[in-house]
């Protein structure tokens, strides 16, 4: 059961250019996006979240896309730096059916190369 | 800025025994999760908590788990028989507003339970 994935489970980047992290969905009630970042020992870190009623949200260097066509969305860091090496999680959830949970991804490890 | 917590850091048990982790949520949240991680697996949601009750549980939230809030500030999940798979990350989240919005979760550090 694969309701959210992560088909790329690493990513590297050059510093300064743009990382694009990828997420598809099959659940088609899920109607809130997170991406989380989690750096080894810690717990997830929320970076940015968008809702099914929009299609981009920007905060700083991060943006989300979200296509629902075609149950994808990406998350784009631009520019990279070596502090956004991590593991990025993709979650999503169906806060319009009541459900409280987060579904995860497995995850996309980011290494920014210098 | 204000953060979840949650002790210890790391507890070792023997299969069979009772643990309680523990979580402090960020005080103006009026809802608190448990997910776990198994290792190399992704993060799994177990339960969420609100006015003092089980919001809604996951299939893994069998009879062995319960949760707690016994006083305004702690936040725990017992698990009373542990058994050698229970043997993961265990994460406590809280969130502000109430459900059925698009509100956030945040994510405590982790306890890393060993179940030998």
Redesign the interface.
């Given at each position: 059961d694969q309701q959210v994935k992560q088909n790329s489970p690493s990513l590297s980047v050059q510093e300064g250019r743009i990382s694009i992290l990828n997420c598809d969905y099959t659940n088609s009630m899920f109607?809130?996006f997170?991406w989380?970042k989690k750096y080894p020992?810690?717990?997830?870190?929320?970076l940015i979240?968008i809702?099914s009623i929009k299609d981009k949200n920007e905060d700083g260097r991060f943006t989300v896309f979200l296509n629902k066509s075609a149950k994808h969305l990406s998350l784009h860091i631009v520019p990279s730096q070596p502090g956004d090496s991590a593991v990025y999680?993709c979650?999503a959830r169906d806060?319009?059916g009541?459900?409280?949970?987060?579904?995860?991804?497995?995850?996309t490890h980011l290494i920014i190369q210098p | 800025e204000p953060e979840v917590t949650q002790t210890p850091s790391h507890q070792v048990t023997q299969m069979g025994q009772e643990v309680i982790l523990r979580c402090v949520p960020i005080s103006n949240h009026l809802y608190f999760y448990w997910y776990r991680q198994i290792l190399g697996q992704k993060v799994e949601f177990l339960v969420s908590f609100y006015n003092n009750e089980i919001s809604e549980k996951s299939e893994i939230f069998d009879d062995q788990f319960s949760v707690e809030r016994p006083d305004g500030s702690n936040f725990t999940l017992k698990i009373r028989s542990t058994k050698l798979e229970d043997s993961a990350m265990y994460f406590c989240a809280s969130s502000e507003r109430a459900r059925k919005s698009t509100d956030t979760q945040y994510f405590g550090p982790g306890t890393r339970l060993t179940v030998l």
């Open positions: 109607d809130y997170l989380y020992a810690e717990g997830p870190t929320f979240s809702s999680f979650a806060s319009g009541g459900a409280d949970g987060l579904t995860f991804g497995k995850g | -």
